[in-house]
């Protein structure tokens, strides 16, 4: 899938993992070369400090430009709504965030 809206999460869960496609003017990005890592980084909102920052995500069809969001302990246990975003590292300390024009949004649910 495409970078989704929203990400919805119940507190404390780590999966399901979350698959994207990194997309440029409505194209795959081809990750096949020329990169160095793709991270992610996610605080929450109205806060700087980040609750994940610069996670490395596992990169699954390079030349489709998909990517893979593995939860890591500690990353929903505070309910609340989050501002993430995906950055390639090019080769030549060239960095580029996606998405492109807003940014990713997380809701972590406190469970009933």
């Known amino acids: 899938m495409a970078l989704p809206p929203t990400i919805h999460i119940p507190k404390n869960d780590l ?15 081809d ?7 793709v991270t992610f980084s996610m605080r929450q909102e109205g806060q700087t400090a980040k609750k994940i ?12 430009g998909e990517v893979r969001l593995d939860w890591s302990s500690g990353d929903t246990d505070t309910p609340g709504a989050f501002i993430g975003r995906v950055t390639i590292n ?3 300390s060239k960095p580029e965030s996606f998405p492109r024009k807003d940014l990713l949004h997380v809701v972590v649910h406190d469970p009933v």
Request: aromatic share 8%; hydrophobic share 35%.
């Open 15 to 29: 999966n399901p993992s979350y698959t994207f496609t990194l997309k440029k003017a409505g194209s795959a990005v």
């Open 31 to 37: 990750l096949s070369s020329g990169v160095t890592n």
């Open 53 to 64: 920052d610069g996670r490395a995500l596992t990169v699954t069809d390079a030349a489709n």
């Open 90 to 92: 090019w080769s030549g």
